[in-house]
Every structure is written in structure tokens, then in C-alpha cells.
């Protein structure tokens, strides 16, 4: 097995990675590159815990071979917050009460990212959809909801 | 067709362990500049006990919740605090901290006294600030309690544990104390069913709780409604299904295993329900799975009363919905 | 002025923040120097004896730093909450699929993966016990000891048999539950090494890390305090954390190759092996006068627990004192038997018991509301708990006793946002 | 996962030829939600991997003469979100709308979908009710086949007729004209989101001015190895007038259709037999509506 080298833009950047094929996105972000707000909830693209912004879309990076992400434009939540400060989404989660044992909420934020940068006023439709993606199993979803209209209040 | 139905669930819900001791233990320091650290055993495992920790600690020692910072779970810096569960947390470690704490405060109360010039049992620490509950007038902040500490050499440290007051069971037929605290709820939830497809939509549900004395609004609605995620797929999408030869878990993914996305939720409306009492952290009491249970029996009864049948099994899956609908029909064809 | 300065105000969780950051380290996410990845090599059948564990070709795979099975265990080999019936690494027979019998360790997880598919058993295969009815049978093979009666139950409070004579209606059913997963969203996962004071460090995603501490100390043979367990951030619970996981697996291949060492389950493997909810029948009789007022509940209470104890004795603890619900009953009788099985381990999850008890006796506040034409909610109103009130172990409740309220606050609320519902609920 | 060697061609020809140059041992990868899954649980081991991802000629929706073209590599939620296939092919938007979840859709592919030919696959299920065309290319060259029999496999060891080296670069069929064809897809699945269907139900209805059924097409996905056609219950509403009463006649055939094809699984056929007579009930409705024939009340 002859390694590769991923040429791509991770949270802004540009990086190289050399790899071998046999390994995830998910792996590269996680162990190359020290990304660990990814997470490995189901290894079957079921939890959204993995999600990651790939050219301006939410995709699940367990489903993805390290060696596809050539060119591509990346974005982890090491990529929203600002200088460790949280930014709009992530502060509307934390004063929502959106956040319990925090797994889910790397991929949940990502994607209320991912929804808000093309359609920052959408409704509560449009936000339920959007987050259908993502599995939480401790708080109901009730209070992620609110916190993304939250955030889409504020943009 | 699609059928409408209601249905009601309550419980009630001992909290701690089942007539055995189950003591938790917390560590407090109020630090020379007011910030305080809060040590215990508790494991958080996103439910909040740490911020319970904090608060009991800001209310009881008169400080900001900015001003707490608790360390949890390891075992070589934090007491025992016995296991997350049972719904014990925040009874018996939030009496743990508060325990710890009104040891902390004695020196704290003994030096206030000595600087207000009032007896100690009229000082009241709320806000940031110490005063006497008969002069208001006599008050100082608490940097200035901080800075009279030191310059006495005195600490505000404390170290307190909380067990339950239960009684072993009698093994002949379960008589004595099993719990010290019971939390309650009422749920009560609408359903949608599809006769011909046993498709169910979770409507509304109103799920009320007697908590004692809510520590944070937010929380008791976030478990409220998690917990009713959890208690409506426990009927109508949730089962381990067993290979039959093999003994093994034929579905232990997450695509197998179907528990509700957000699309599935239904509208929840949650009351958190205050009651008087002494026993828990100002009275609060566990929630955690309390959170969870009503809405079971309240789930398996609406999607009946939608039906018009009585449901003593679960899982209610649609096929089981499909079912019972026709059998139904049937009989009353025949009848 | 509100009673309280801080309680029942907005503030957000203390750790909310990094968790919104991605910061916030689950066990998964540690990483070390040196540090090994490991794995758990599993049965795949229920009830057997292990006639050969060869590990020998796992063991010459170059980049595997160690292959244990429990002869390599320094201490004790038997574990549990409340009953130590379960072994670290199996040393007498196989009880369950996915009984570990030997664990892994190589520098890779790659290799870790070869490592396993490499290590070759033979099976004495023995008859599974299946079910309840199964394990109680005459002549049933025997899961574990002499008996495969986990645990039994009886509470008794008045005088049942007495109490019937005086109900004007009786209902009876039988409710059966099934076995359900917690599917935390986060795998388990954890860390060991050996710090430079040689204390075994153990970072897990955990709900009783005392109790990890304990159990890690006695399977090395060393004391409580040259243990430290600190629970990483971890990614949900229900019950399902409190077992013990990969925290003794890791210790070991920490304590065999002084190396960090890793593991991380699969989710698939991560549901296989952690508790799951038990399946309890419940047949009861409840009876009552015509103004609703219950007089006796009578319930015989089985369940399949599975292949070790867990918290079985907690649930089966738990469930007959919860069986009427939050009512007044003079006269209450239940008998409980829980079994062993080959089937998958049940223990811990979110209520003990109680669920499966509410699912009984909402069942036959229901089917008594029916019988007497009643609405369900002034039958619970009428027999609801109140201070004063004494529970069917013959406790007294003295304070805190809200759930009239949660009634009436409930139904208030209904009545507001969906009118409709309630008076279906009347005319059912 | 075990070793593999990676590819990321840039055209189709030079994928073809490596597809050639590595047939026996080579898999294929485009949306990759199946295909990384097979590969990390160590159930797919091939020594090759290609990448399709960046052959962008495979990425269109075209609409040309009247035939509706779509290349392999468009994504379901491309296709859920094209307005055309939204207005005229309500069928295959509803099946696209509806895969797993909006990350799934943004990764998986049509072409990933029919070559994959999963039992529940909802847009092979959609396709085959439109009664697709799909193009297969290989280094021998281009040849076009009707879906039905693209699926003339071997059940579980092949699912299709695809050769190893052999791409499916394009699906396509006539669009409907609306003014006299309706097209439907309803989903039955155990929940609302990142679902597999139970039952993915399609249909296409041509009626003439006078309402009268000229054409139908009923497919469910996830009743057997490929969609079942209802070829009987499609005869019985040719050359009536298109009611819903008419339609309802179709269903104890449909049942018993899907009793006997089922029976060897006794608990599943019963709720199988059943249901599809409710998913098809939701068509019905919605091809009524679609047509303006007649509104259903449920």
C-alpha cells in the first residue's frame, strides 16, 4: 500500500497530509491532524456526530476516504470559534441549555453552521430538516432547535 | 384512516439507592480573592451535577456561580460519590456540597460576626455580600470577609458527605424505608395513528414534575423533554431483537437500532412542579429518570384510546398497530 | 425577593462552554506517547467451554506488544456491582455472546484488528438457557453456582387475600416489557498507563468512577489508592456506563506492557456488551371500590435477566416497592424472581424497574378508570399520594409530596394547548 | 480496513481504464456511504480503490427532447433541490427528498444508488417506476438498457448485471407531461428521518382528457430482491376512468401479491401485505390531487 498525500483547506487553512489510503476523513481530521471535536458516534453515517463542513455542506466524514478529500474545503469546530471564543451558534447553544453530555454537539453546531451561511433567517421547518441528520439521545432536541433560531435571530 | 387518542402516565420515583447506604462526599475552599473550588466524587455524565454542585455552592455560601469552579470524578483529588444513578445526584451530593460548604462557612460566619459586630446566627450571605438579617445596615462585602480571613489566618475549607436516611429491608416481605425523598409526574400525551400503515406521529405532550425546588430551569425542561424522547421510543420504535440461535444482538447500530430523530419529537410542553420540604439541597430532588418514565405508559395509552384497544405489551410497533386494528374490526363485524 | 439568589435563575451549564468549543476531551480523544491500541477478543457462542485459545500466531504478528488471556490476571477475576460474577477475561466457561476471553494489545489499531482475527478457539458448546421459562425448568443447565434464580422478591403490606371481599371491581392483566438499549451517543472508551509514581491511571467514559477505582485495584491485587480513575468527558450514560467497561481490559495490557494503552468500542461491539433493560411480565390484579378507591394489588412479577447479575438486584429491589405507583393501596402483595440466562446482560438502565412498573400500574389505573366509567385523572387524583400517606413497605411520606399538583398542573396545561385530546380522553 | 491502492481519476476514460486494468479486485467509489462502511467493518477488501468524485462530467440534471437526463454522479439532495425534477418528476423528488439525512444525501449518489441496487434503495426504487434507462460505459464501450433489466442479476452474489470494469455513467427517462401524467412515491419507514423505507411505494398514471387511464406504473421498493411490480393492478385501472374507488380495487390484489411473494417469513408478510396497501392508498391520493381528479380525505 503506497501512502498519499491529501492537499486541502481544513478550517481555513492550507494543509497536506500524507496518509495511507485506508483511512477515513474522519481519521485524518481526528489522529493526522488532532481534530478530535470530530467524533465517531456509529461508523455508519446514522449519528452525525462525524459531520463536517466539505464544500459548504454538512457530510459525514466516516463515510468518506481520506484520499477524496483532495482539494476540498473543510471545517471543524476548531474553525468556527474565534480565538477560543465561541461564536454566534456555539454562545446561542450554551444559553439555550442545547448542550447535556455533548457528543452530538460538534455535528449538530456544524450543521446549524452549514444551514445558517446559506440561509441565515430560516424557519423552524427549515431548521428541523436541516438538523434531521443529527442523533441526540439526551435532550430531545427541543432546546438545539431553539438554540439555532436563536442564533438566526442574531445574524 | 388516521386516529387521534390521548393518554395519561404518571409515576412516582424513590431517589437513591433501595434501602442501603449510598453516601456521596464533596471538598469546598473559598479562596482569598471569592472564587471557591467545589470538589466531588459525582460522574457527569451530561445531565449537570457539576452545575448542580456550583449552585448549591453559590446559594449556600452567598456567592455568584461565576465564582465556583468544580472539579468532578477523579479519584485521586475527589471523595466518594458513589454512582450516577438512581436519580441520586443531586439529592445526596447536592446536600454533600451544601454540607461542605456550611462547614467552610463557619470560620467564615465566626470572622463576619467579629467584623459586623452581630451574632453569627443573624448573618445572612447572599449576593456577594454578608449582612444581618435585623440591621441590613450592618453589611460588607465579600472581599472585605475574604481580606479579614486572611489577616486572621483563618481558611474557609470544608469537607461533607450525605447517606440517605433509609432502613435496610426487612427480607421477609420489604418493610422499612427504601427511599428518604420520592419524586413524582404527570404526562399526558396525543398521538396520531395511521390504521393502515400503524405509522404513529407523537403529537403533543404535557409532562409535569415535582422536582422539589428546580436548581435550573433550563435543565429540569431539558431532561423533561429528553427523557420524553426516550420514553416514547421505548414503545413505539426501540427493541434489541435477539438471534434466536446464537444469543447475540442482531441490531447493535445505530441504523438498527431506531431511536427517535428530531422529526419524530413531539411538541413538548414541560412544568417543573416545586413541593415543600427539607430533606434534599433546598429541597431539590432527582429528575433524571423521573424525566424518563411517564411518558411510557402515557405513549402505550394514547396510542389505545386512538384504537379503541387496551395495550399490555410493548413495544407497540406498527405492525402491531396494523394488528390490533384489524382484529378489531374484525370482531366487530362479527359482532 | 425570590427565595433563592441563584437557584430557579438562568445560568448556563459549567460545561457547556467546551463542549460547545469542541474542546472538551472524551476518553477517545486522548492521545499519548507510546501509547498501544487495543482490542477484545469475543465468543460468539452463549454457553460453552473453552477446550483450546490458541495465541500463539497473534502473538508472533509483529507489532503486537501483548495477547492476555485471564491467566495473565495478577488479582481477583470476578466483577460486579452488586454480584462479583463476572470475570474479567473468562476462566471457566463462556455464559454470553461476546464474553471476552482474551485481550490485545499492538501498536496500531490495524494490527490490533489482524491480532484478533488471528487468535483460534474450540468450543465445548453446552445448551443455552434461552428464556425465564427455560432456566426455571426441572433439569434446566445451569448458567451459574447451583441455581439459575438470580434474585427473589416478596413484599407483603396488609392482607391481600382478605381485601378482595371488599372491592367492588377487580381488573386483571398481564404486562410485558422488552429489552431495550441505552445507545449512548458516545462509544465506550478508555485510557490506562502507569504514572512515574507507578499509580494505574485510568481514563474512561464512565458513570461510577469510585467504583472502577475499586474494581481495577482488585483485579491488579493492589490497593484502592495506587489507582486513580478519572472520568473523561463522556458522551451520555443511562445506566448503560455504570458496569464496568473497557477499564479492566485496559489496565491489564497497561499493567503487562508499561505503555499508555487505548481502546476505543466499535459501536456495534459497544452495544453488544453493555447492559441492556430487563424484560419484566407483570400479572396483576387490582381491585377497588366504586367510588375508585383501590384496596388491593397483587402482582407476580418474572423477568429474563440475562447471563450476569449487573444491577439486577437493584431492579428486582427497586420494582415491587414502585408496583402500585404513587397511590394509596392498604393492601399490597408482590413476588418477584428474576433468572439467569445466556441471553445478553441486562443491568442498569434509566429507572430500575420503575418504568416497567409504571407500564403495570398506569395499565390498571387505566383499565379501573374503564371499568367504573371513570376519568382517568380524578381516579388518580382521588388515590394519589399525599403527605401522610403510608407506601406499601410502610413508610410514612412526611414532605415533598407533589404530585396532586403535577396532576392538576398538567391537566391545566392540556386543557390549554390541546383541548381536543382531553375530552377524548374522557370519552374513550 | 485492509490495505488498498487509491485512485482519483479526473476523466471517465481514464477511469474506465483503470476499472480495466484492475477488474479483479476493484472497488468503486462515489457517494462512498456504503462503500467506506463495507470497507472499515473489513466486509469489502479490495486491493484498488477508484474515486469518482471528480469525474464532474457525471454531475448534470438535462432536460433535452423531452427526455430527462441524469449523470451518475449527482447527489440526491442535487436532485431533491432541482426544481424541475421537483415540478415534473414528483416521484423521484420524494424519493431523493427522503434518503437518509441531509448528510447522506449530500455525499450518496444516484448513480451510487441503482449500481448498489439495494433491496431498499428509494431511488432505485423511484427510477424503476419511471421505467428508467440506464447507461453502463467500460473500455468495450457504451451500451443502454431498460432498469428491469439492468436488475436481471443473481439476487444476493451479484445484484445487476454491471461488469467489474463496467461504470453506469447515466439515468434517464421521458418527462412527464404533466397535464396528463402524475407521478407519487410515499415512504414508509420505522422513523421520519435517517430511515430505510419498509416500503417505498411509486407510481406513474397517464390519463386521457376525459380522465381516463391510459398508463400505470406501480413499483414498491423493499418487498422483495428488486421493486415489485404490480403488473395485474396496473391492468385493472387501464382504460377506466381514474378514481380513487377505481384504485382501491387494486389493493387485495396488491395483498395478495405480497402475501405470496412473502409468505416463507410469516410476521414481516403480515404487516407487509398490509401496509402496502396504506402506502399505496397515499399515492393514490396524491396522483388525484396531482391530476386535480379528486381530493382524498384520509
Not at chain 2, 250 to 265: A, E, R
Request: glycine share 8%; net charge negative; aromatic share 6%.
Amino acid at each position: 500500500m503506497n501512502k498519499i498525500t491529501v492537499h486541502c483547506t481544513v478550517n481555513h487553512k492550507p494543509v497536506s497530509v500524507e496518509i495511507e489510503p485506508n483511512k477515513r476523513l474522519l481519521d485524518m481530521l481526528r489522529v493526522n491532524l488532532g481534530l478530535t471535536s470530530v467524533k465517531e458516534g456509529c461508523s455508519e453515517g446514522e449519528c452525525g456526530a462525524c459531520t463536517v463542513i466539505y464544500n459548504g455542506e454538512p457530510v459525514t466524514s466516516c463515510c468518506i476516504l481520506a484520499g477524496q478529500a483532495e482539494g476540498a474545503d473543510i471545517i471543524t469546530l476548531e474553525g468556527v470559534s474565534v480565538d477560543g471564543k465561541p461564536d454566534v451558534v456555539q454562545q446561542a447553544f450554551i444559553e439555550s441549555g442545547a448542550i447535556q453530555c455533548g457528543f452530538c454537539i460538534p455535528g449538530m453546531i456544524l450543521t446549524a453552521e452549514a444551514l445558517l451561511m446559506k440561509n441565515p433567517h430560516p424557519t423552524m421547518e427549515q431548521i428541523k430538516e436541516a438538523m434531521s441528520g443529527n442523533l441526540c439521545r439526551c435532550t430531545g432536541y427541543k432546546k438545539i432547535e431553539e438554540a439555532v433560531a436563536l442564533a438566526a435571530s442574531r445574524m | 384512516m388516521k386516529r387521534r387518542g390521548t393518554g395519561v402516565g404518571c409515576m412516582f420515583y424513590g431517589i437513591g439507592n433501595t434501602g442501603l447506604p449510598n453516601p456521596a462526599a464533596a471538598f469546598v475552599e473559598v479562596l482569598p480573592d471569592t472564587s471557591v473550588n467545589v470538589i466531588v466524587g459525582a460522574a457527569d455524565i451530561g445531565q449537570g451535577s457539576s452545575t448542580m454542585a456550583a449552585a448549591v455552592a453559590a446559594e449556600t455560601l452567598g456567592l455568584a456561580i461565576e465564582n465556583i469552579h468544580v472539579t468532578w470524578a477523579d479519584t485521586q483529588v475527589a471523595p466518594e460519590g458513589g454512582a450516577t444513578s438512581a436519580s441520586r445526584q443531586t439529592f445526596i451530593t447536592g446536600n454533600a456540597v451544601k454540607n461542605a460548604c456550611t462547614q467552610a462557612m463557619g470560620e467564615l460566619r465566626r470572622t463576619a460576626a467579629e467584623k459586623l459586630e452581630v451574632p453569627e446566627e443573624d448573618l445572612v450571605f447572599r449576593n456577594r455580600e454578608i449582612y444581618s438579617s435585623k440591621d441590613e445596615t450592618k453589611r460588607m462585602t465579600y472581599p472585605e470577609l475574604m481580606g479579614a480571613m486572611s489577616y486572621r489566618g483563618r481558611l474557609a475549607v470544608g469537607a461533607g458527605y450525605y447517606n440517605p436516611k433509609t432502613t435496610y429491608l426487612n427480607p421477609a416481605d420489604m418493610s422499612g424505608v427504601p427511599y428518604e425523598v420520592y419524586s413524582y409526574a404527570t404526562c399526558i400525551l396525543e398521538v396520531e395513528v395511521d390504521t393502515d400503515t400503524g405509522e404513529v406521529t407523537l403529537l403533543k405532550c404535557v409532562s409535569a414534575h415535582d422536582v422539589g425546588t428546580p436548581i435550573n430551569p433550563k435543565m429540569v425542561e431539558g431532561q423533561i423533554e429528553g427523557g420524553t424522547a426516550m420514553g416514547t421510543g421505548f414503545v413505539i420504535s426501540e427493541k434489541i431483537d435477539v438471534d434466536p440461535k446464537t444469543l447475540a444482538i442482531k441490531n447493535p447500530t445505530l441504523s438498527k437500532y431506531i431511536i427517535g430523530t428530531n422529526m419524530d419529537m413531539p411538541e413538548i410542553y414541560p412544568i417543573a412542579v416545586s413541593s415543600e420540604g427539607e430533606a434534599g439541597p433546598f429541597g431539590a430532588k432527582g429528575l433524571g429518570e423521573p424525566a424518563l418514565i411517564p411518558s411510557i405508559p402515557a405513549t402505550m395509552a394514547a396510542i389505545g384510546n386512538a384504537l379503541g384497544v387496551t395495550f399490555t405489551k410493548t413495544p407497540i410497533f406498527p405492525a402491531d398497530i396494523v394488528k390490533a386494528w384489524k382484529d378489531k374490526q374484525a370482531a366487530e363485524n362479527q359482532g | 425577593m425570590s427565595k433563592y439568589a441563584v437557584l430557579n435563575t438562568e445560568f448556563p451549564k459549567v460545561d457547556a462552554l467546551e463542549r460547545a468549543l469542541g474542546t472538551a476531551k472524551y476518553a477517545a480523544d486522548y492521545f499519548m506517547p507510546n501509547m498501544l491500541y487495543s482490542g477484545v477478543f469475543r465468543s460468539t457462542v452463549p454457553h460453552a467451554y473453552v477446550k483450546k485459545l490458541n495465541l500463539d500466531k497473534a502473538r508472533a504478528l509483529p507489532g503486537v506488544a501483548a495477547v492476555l488471556d485471564y491467566t495473565a490476571i495478577p488479582g481477583k477475576n470476578r466483577f460486579g456491582i452488586i454480584v462479583k460474577d463476572e470475570p474479567c477475561l473468562v476462566d471457566d466457561k463462556i455464559r454470553r455472546y461476546g464474553d471476552a476471553l482474551a485481550v490485545v494489545a499492538a501498536e496500531t489499531q490495524e494490527l490490533v484488528d489482524e491480532a484478533l482475527e488471528l487468535i483460534e478457539v474450540e468450543y465445548e458448546e453446552l445448551t443455552p438457557v434461552k428464556s425465564f421459562e427455560e432456566a426455571m425448568a426441572p433439569g434446566a443447565p445451569i448458567v451459574h453456582g447451583q441455581t439459575n434464580v438470580h434474585a427473589k422478591k416478596h413484599l407483603e403490606f396488609g392482607n391481600v387475600d382478605e381485601a378482595w371481599d371488599k372491592c367492588d371491581v377487580i381488573v386483571e392483566n398481564t404486562y410485558s416489557t422488552h429489552i431495550l438499549s441505552h445507545m449512548f451517543i458516545e462509544p465506550d472508551a478508555g485510557l490506562a498507563y502507569l504514572d512515574e509514581q507507578g499509580v494505574m491511571n485510568v481514563i474512561a467514559s464512565t458513570q461510577n468512577p469510585h467504583y472502577d477505582r475499586n474494581e481495577v485495584a482488585a483485579m491488579l491485587g493492589i490497593p484502592m489508592n495506587r489507582v486513580r480513575v478519572k472520568q473523561a468527558t463522556t458522551g451520555g450514560g443511562f445506566g448503560g456506563k455504570l458496569d464496568i467497561g473497557v477499564q479492566l481490559h485496559v489496565a491489564l495490557l497497561a499493567w503487562h506492557t508499561r505503555r499508555p494503552v487505548k481502546m476505543v468500542r466499535s459501536r456495534t461491539e459497544s452495544t453488544m456488551v453493555s447492559s441492556k433493560r430487563h424484560p419484566i411480565t407483570m400479572k396483576c390484579r387490582t381491585g377497588a371500590t366504586r367510588d375508585g378507591k383501590l384496596v388491593a394489588v397483587d402482582v407476580v412479577m418474572t423477568c429474563d435477566a440475562g447471563a450476569y447479575g449487573s444491577y439486577g438486584p437493584a431492579v428486582i429491589g427497586r420494582a415491587p416497592v414502585h408496583i402500585v405507583g404513587p397511590y394509596e393501596c392498604p393492601n399490597v402483595r408482590c413476588d418477584a424472581v428474576f433468572a439467569y440466562t445466556n441471553n445478553p446482560m441486562c443491568g442498569a438502565f434509566r429507572g430500575f424497574g420503575v418504568p416497567q412498573a409504571a407500564v403495570c400500574h398506569e395499565g390498571q389505573m387505566n383499565a379501573l378508570a374503564k371499568a367504573l366509567n371513570m376519568d382517568p385523572i380524578e381516579l388518580r387524583l382521588r388515590n394519589a399520594h399525599k403527605v401522610g400517606t403510608v407506601i406499601p413497605t410502610g413508610q410514612t411520606l412526611t414532605e415533598s409530596v407533589g404530585f396532586t399538583d403535577t396532576l392538576l398542573k398538567a391537566r391545566e396545561k392540556a386543557l390549554e394547548v390541546m383541548p381536543e385530546a382531553m375530552a377524548r380522553l374522557k370519552t374513550e | 480496513m485492509r490495505p488498498f491502492d487509491f485512485y482519483a481519476p479526473a476523466t471517465v476514460v481514464e477511469a474506465l481504464e483503470l476499472m480495466h486494468q484492475h477488474k479483479e479486485n476493484v472497488a468503486v467509489i462515489a457517494g462512498g456511504t456504503d462503500l467506506v462502511l463495507e470497507l472499515n467493518e473489513r466486509k469489502a477488501n479490495p486491493a484498488v480503490v477508484i474515486d469518482l468524485k471528480k469525474l464532474k462530467e457525471l454531475d448534470y440534471i438535462r432536460v433535452e427532447e423531452g427526455v430527462v437526463r441524469i449523470g451518475a454522479l449527482t447527489t440526491h439532495a442535487a436532485i431533491a433541490a432541482d426544481r424541475q425534477i421537483e415540478k415534473y418528476v414528483r416521484v423521484l423528488h420524494e424519493a431523493c427528498r427522503q434518503v437518509g439525512s441531509p448528510q447522506i444525501r449530500n455525499l450518496g449518489t444516484i448513480g451510487g444508488n441503482l449500481a448498489q441496487s439495494s433491496v431498499a434503495g428509494d431511488g432505485l426504487a423511484a427510477c424503476v417506476t419511471l421505467d428508467a434507462d440506464v447507461t453502463l460505459r467500460s473500455v468495450r464501450g457504451e451500451r443502454r438498457m431498460k432498469l428491469d433489466e439492468f436488475l436481471a442479476g443473481e439476487g444476493a452474489t451479484r445484484r445487476n448485471i454491471l461488469a467489474a470494469d463496467e461504470l453506469l455513467t447515466e439515468v434517464s427517462f421521458a418527462l412527464p407531461d404533466i397535464r396528463h401524467t402524475a407521478t407519487a412515491f410515499y415512504k414508509l419507514a420505522k422513523r421520519k428521518s435517517l430511515a430505510i423505507s419498509v416500503i417505498g411505494g411509486g407510481m406513474v398514471a397517464t390519463v386521457d382528457d376525459n380522465g381516463i387511464c391510459t398508463y400505470a406504473r406501480m413499483r414498491a421498493g423493499a418487498l422483495g430482491r428488486y421493486p415489485m411490480p404490480f403488473p395485474t393492478c396496473e391492468a385493472h385501472l387501464v382504460g377506466k376512468k381514474l378514481t380513487y374507488a377505481t384504485m382501491l380495487e387494486t389493493l387485495p390484489i396488491m395483498h395478495d401479491q405480497v402475501l405470496e411473494a412473502n409468505k416463507s417469513r410469516p410476521w414481516s408478510v403480515f404487516y407487509k401485505k398490509e401496509s402496502v396497501q396504506g402506502v399505496f392508498k397515499k399515492v393514490f391520493a396524491d396522483v388525484l390531487h396531482q391530476l386535480g381528479l379528486e381530493e382524498v380525505q384520509e
